[in-house]
């Protein structure tokens, strides 16, 4: 995990980490940009040696393995670079650093804008 503090800066620095309802996440960065996060998406994401494959880094968790009603049960801070959520099914492995997470969000951004 020591890569986790590799980019720094505004862009993985979150000025404002808000839960939008049961099942959608909001981080406004330092930068000014404003992310959306959709749980279920968010859970079929979580980077965690039940759900990636920590040697090949293949991803082991199956898409249709994660509900669509899945909600965000919790959220805490971990040290000063990363999420860690409580999912509704009760999972709660994945720390998400928020290097990982403006990554995610870039992805989502050009994809759609590809389509
Ligand atoms: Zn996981």
């Known amino acids: ?18 839960q939008e309802g ?6 406004t960065w330092a930068d000014g940009r404003i992310c959306l996060y959709e749980a279920p998406a968010l859970r079929r994401a979580c980077p965690c040696a039940q759900c990636v494959n920590e040697w090949t ?18 959220i805490a801070i971990v040290g000063r670079y990363a999420l860690n959520f ?6 709660e492995t994945g720390i998400y650093s ?14 759609g804008r590809e389509e």
């Open 57 to 74: 880094g293949q991803r082991v968790l199956k898409p249709e393995a994660v509900s669509d009603e899945i909600q965000i049960a919790d």
């Open 22 to 27: 049961e099942a959608a996440l909001r981080i």
């Open 98 to 111: 928020f290097r990982y997470l403006r990554e995610l969000c870039e992805q989502q951004e050009a994809s």
């Open 1 to 18: 995990m020591s890569d986790a503090m590799e980019r720094r800066g505004p862009a993985v620095e979150p000025r404002e980490i808000m």
């Open 86 to 91: 409580v999912w509704s099914d009760r999972h």
